[in-house]
């Protein structure tokens, strides 16, 4: 959409009303959801409503629907559950109920509905919609609403908003809340293990899930589990005896003290039974005599705080789904916003139920191989990379290939899960793997050791780099580098690392020329809070620095409840990229993020601080304003802070906080380790094709640019990119890509702060039909 397009758009919507509601079972990152939609609709000039209790408050109507004001919605992006409440409406599933809800949205005038929840919810959505002819004709008839103001509300607008902790709706590679249950799941699997290791004990973790396994498996996966019970894939007739050795085998001949079995709430056998965590529990216990316990999660895994991509992810689908709504017609489909890689997309709401319904019935019908594929191309990966990683079977024949394993950079959080699924993924294929400590330093200085299976136990969990990592690039060791590859035959590197990692593997790539000991295939997996490698839209490591970022800040305004008007400047890590400043700054509704791709003069700020200024002269108490480190070589923290300070004397108050390296530390989200562990299986298949491909007369000899590469995700697929073709569009000087897809949220982050601001470069959600094949790609996710 042009600027243009979207100017004429706000003014045909001048005066139109609109409504928002949250149903069914809350889920966190619903409040996001609200704000975005209520912003965004005041923004383009429409009335907003908030609709209180979900269908129930659209059937009671009164002051159930009441209207919104910019400041109704301020400082809740970080609040758990819905501020709107959730409630299930028996009445609105009546033709009786739905003709009272049709009456009270034509009473506000609203004729664009907006409803977060599940699939229930927005089915019920969609009835409501194809009925709302005859509903206003019934009111007609009754006399209780004129046959003007039905001509005047003739057509209702309807788009959805998938809200469900389970993710277990067809089309959308996320659905909001997922993320975050995933979180309230791993703090306490990781809580757990530490009490398990001390015991020798086995745990039970039964997590919700009737009939979706997605958090089960993503936790087993993202934990290391054991073993998990999803009912996508009930276990074989003999499952205990295969378990009670599995977790024998952990203890025995890898040497664990403790075992960790997850278990979905709908989890079944083959003959559909039930499997009970209390079953399993006494099954270990009578069998193999350990001190089992059993934890059920409950709805702690809806409570808690939305991660920062839940906060993130709402935002962008909530504004979308304004642009949605008032540009629909008549003949437009009702649709769901969906997320297909970094992307809002526009799903048509029926097709997304027929699918999501077909997936129930495979398994009622015992087809559960197909009920997998039908979940989706990334939940199948997630099944079948956990099946790999969980059970060792020794590989048949051992192959004549080894490669070696290192860190390269400033360490990141989830590096230690890509290290893990890559050594175990190597050995099942028959590799022989070497870990490095130190990185190229390590490589030069032959600190090289050979890993095993159990090497890596544990490690999914754990943050920074236990391989060791450090900044040093290859180019003025290049003598001891060839001597260590020779000395230990290596067939391949693996670099998981930053743009070090990145620089590293080029200047080895173009040593080739002087060496031919470097012709081997050579991957980069990007692994650095900054986010800044060219290849790739994410790092493993930026999801967990966003975290730490987002939850500092939440303290930080936190502490200004009891303070009046404070403005806190906020300076985060990320080198010259922004991303780390742009991403916190959508997750904590910040004021301003000030960030070197965004170029700003001594005016910007000026407006800045007025702006603020004004909004502390109302009703908001608080400000926060992001800083990246090196946004500007003048307008440094303590200038912009001294500068906050000074105009907003007598005003508000400033502070400044440096956040630090803190943004490098804690455990692993849930995204990094299974992005980290999803990229390390696939470098290892990626690496045993070229390896195949380019042995030779009793060595490997590869020197085409296709087998020193950089693997990321690049909007939904994930992708080998030679690092001579990245080298072209990569800034050297700043050390980060030429081009950088996360700066069109720049507009949308200031637009919720109510700057003034154009959306000319933001992109409208494309319609994008939901088939078994378009499903069938792996999302990362």
């Not at 039970?204 to 997605?214: A, D």
């Not at 097709?351 to 191989?369: G, I, P, S, Y």
């Not at 007598?650 to 502070?655: E, Q, S």
């Not at 507009?747 to 933001?762: D, G, H, I, R």
């Amino acid at each position: 959409m042009s600027l243009m397009d979207l100017e004429k758009l706000k003014m045909t919507c001048a005066g139109r009303a609109m409504a928002v509601l949250t149903s069914g079972g809350d889920a966190q990152g619903m409040n996001a959801a609200i704000r975005a939609v209520t912003r965004m609709g005041i923004y383009v000039g429409a009335k907003v409503y908030l609709i209180h209790e979900g269908y129930q408050g659209l059937v009671d109507g009164e002051d159930n629907i009441k209207l919104a004001h910019w400041h109704s919605v301020t400082n809740i992006i970080q609040l758990g559950g819905t501020v709107i409440g959730s409630a299930r409406c028996k009445a609105f599933m009546t033709r009786e109920g739905r003709v009272s809800a049709a009456f009270n949205l034509v009473k506000k005038g609203i004729t664009n509905l907006c409803v977060c929840g599940g699939d229930g919810s927005l089915t019920g959505a969609n009835i409501f919609r194809n009925e709302w002819s005859d509903l206003l004709d019934e009111l007609v008839k009754k006399g209780r609403i004129t046959d003007t103001m039905a001509k005047q509300h003739y057509n209702l607008n309807i788009v959805g908003l998938v809200g469900s902790i389970d993710n277990d709706f067809c089309g959308t590679d996320m659905t909001i809340g997922a993320d975050s249950a995933l979180h309230r799941i791993m703090e306490i699997i990781d809580a757990i293990m530490t009490t398990a290791q001390s015991h020798q004990r086995a745990f039970v973790l039964e997590v919700m899930g009737r009939h979706c396994g997605y958090l089960a498996l993503v936790s087993a996966l993202a934990s290391g589990a054991d073993w998990v019970f999803i009912p996508e894939a009930p276990p074989q007739e003999g499952w205990e005896d295969n378990m009670c050795a599995r977790l024998k085998g952990s203890r025995t001949s890898g040497g664990s003290r403790l075992n960790i079995i997850i278990v979905a709430e709908g989890a079944i056998d083959i003959n559909g039974k039930p499997i009970s965590s209390n079953y399993i529990k006494d099954l270990v216990q009578e069998r193999l005599g350990y001190d089992t316990r059993v934890t059920v999660l409950g709805h702690v895994q809806r409570g808690g705080i939305p991660s920062a991509f839940d906060r993130m992810l709402s935002s962008i689908l909530g504004v979308e789904a304004v642009v949605a709504l008032l540009e629909a017609s008549p003949e437009t489909p009702a649709c769901v916003i969906g997320l297909s890689g970094n992307q809002a997309v526009r799903l048509p709401l029926v097709e997304c139920v027929e699918m999501t319904k077909l997936v129930q019935t495979a398994m009622n019908e015992k087809r559960f191989d197909e009920a997998i594929k039908l979940r989706g191309g990334s939940f199948e990966s997630n099944w079948n990379i956990y099946k790999s990683l969980a059970f060792h079977k020794p590989p048949q024949s051992k192959s004549n290939f080894s490669f070696a394993i290192l860190n390269v950079g400033a360490p990141a959080a989830g590096m230690n899960s890509a290290v893990r699924s890559a050594v175990r993924s190597g050995l099942s294929h028959g590799h022989k793997v070497y870990g490095v400590n130190d990185g190229f330093l390590g490589l030069a200085d032959g600190a090289v050791f050979e890993m095993e299976w159990h090497s890596v136990a544990g490690w999914t969990g754990q943050g920074s780099s236990l391989l060791g990592t450090k900044r040093t690039l290859p180019n003025s060791h290049l003598e001891k580098i060839v001597e260590t590859i020779t000395k230990f035959k290596i067939s391949a590197l693996l670099v998981i690392g930053g743009f070090e990692g990145y620089q590293g593997v080029l200047e080895l790539y173009e040593a080739r020329t002087h060496y031919d000991e470097l012709c081997i295939p050579m991957v980069v997996i990007p692994a650095t809070i900054s986010n800044n490698v060219p290849g790739t839209f994410f790092s493993v490591g930026t999801d967990t620095a966003v975290n730490c970022a987002m939850e500092s800040c939440d303290k930080i305004k936190q502490s200004a409840s009891g303070t009046k008007r404070r403005v806190f400047v906020v300076e985060t890590m990320g080198g010259y990229c922004g991303y780390l400043a742009s991403a916190t700054g959508i997750a904590v509704g910040a004021d301003a993020a000030y960030i070197f791709e965004d170029p700003f003069n001594i005016l910007d700020l000026k407006t800045n601080v007025e702006h603020l200024s004004e909004k502390m002269k109302k009703d908001v108490q608080r400000g926060l304003i992001l800083r990246n480190e090196k946004c500007h070589e003048n307008y440094t923290t303590d200038f912009i802070h001294k500068l906050y300070s000074s105009e907003g004397k007598n005003i508000f108050d400033c502070r400044v906080n440096v956040l630090g390296h803190l943004q490098q530390g804690g455990a692993p989200s849930p995204f990094d380790r299974n992005f980290g562990t999803k990229l390390g299986v696939k470098a290892i298949e990626w690496f045993s094709e070229k390896l195949t491909e380019n042995y030779r007369q009793g060595r490997v000899f590869a020197n085409s640019p296709e087998t020193a590469c950089v693997i990321g995700l690049n909007r939904k697929v994930v992708s080998f990119t030679p690092v001579t073709e990245l080298k072209e569009i990569t800034d050297f000087e700043h050390r980060m890509p030429k081009v950088e897809w996360w700066l069109k949220l720049r507009p949308m982050l200031k637009m919720l702060a109510k700057y003034q601001t154009s959306f000319n470069e933001y992109v409208p959600g494309e319609i994008e039909h939901v088939t078994q094949r378009s499903i069938s790609i792996d999302s990362g996710f």
